[in-house]
C-alpha cells in the first residue's frame, strides 16, 4: 500500500457522524465500527479527496505530527478498513 493509491468506499457501507465521532455500518456483515477523532477526520479525507496523498496533505496541514508518523498510522489504518471490506484500494 502506498499514498499513490486512490480509495473506494464499499457501497453497502453506510457512515453517520454522531457526536463529533463516526460510526459506520457494514450492512453485508451487519457489523458496526466507531472511529475516534482522528479516524473521523480520515474517513472524512478520504471521502473528500480520495486518493491517500491528498488525505495525507490533509491530515498533515490539520495535525501537529511527524510526516513518517503519519504516513504509517495512516497507512496501518487504511489497512484495517480494507481487511474489514470498507474500503477498497487500487492505483490512482
Known amino acids: 500500500m502506498n499514498l499513490n493509491q486512490k480509495i473506494t468506499f464499499a457501497d453497502t457501507v453506510f457512515a453517520q457522524e454522531v457526536d463529533g465521532e463516526m460510526v459506520l455500518l457494514d450492512m453485508n456483515s451487519e457489523n458496526y465500527f466507531g472511529l475516534d477523532e482522528v479516524g473521523t477526520a480520515i474517513w472524512q479525507a478520504m471521502q473528500e479527496h480520495g486518493v491517500l496523498q491528498e488525505v495525507y496533505n490533509t491530515l498533515l496541514a490539520q495535525y501537529d505530527v511527524e510526516e513518517e508518523v503519519l504516513q504509517k498510522d495512516l497507512l ?10 470498507l474500503v477498497e484500494v487500487e492505483e490512482n
Open 76 to 85: 496501518n489504518f487504511i489497512e484495517k478498513l480494507v481487511e474489514s471490506g
